[in-house]
């Protein structure tokens, strides 16, 4: 049973999860915030 936790700050996923779309990936994110900082990081790494 893996945790889910946020792939951004680690935090635990609890009901609030925002899936974030990166190339083939689904990555779950806690909020908002985590889902812009990850679009972010990627955009640059492309
Ligand atoms: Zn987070």
């Given at each position: 049973m893996a945790e889910r936790?946020?792939?951004?700050?680690?935090d635990k996923l609890e009901a609030t999860v925002i899936e974030v779309k990166i190339g083939d990936q689904t990555v779950e994110v806690c909020c908002e915030e985590c889902a812009d900082k990850l679009r972010e990081a990627t955009a640059k790494s492309a």
């Amino acid at each position: 049973m893996a945790e889910r936790t946020c792939a951004v700050c680690d935090d635990k996923l609890e009901a609030t999860v925002i899936e974030v779309k990166i190339g083939d990936q689904t990555v779950e994110v806690c909020c908002e915030e985590c889902a812009d900082k990850l679009r972010e990081a990627t955009a640059k790494s492309a």
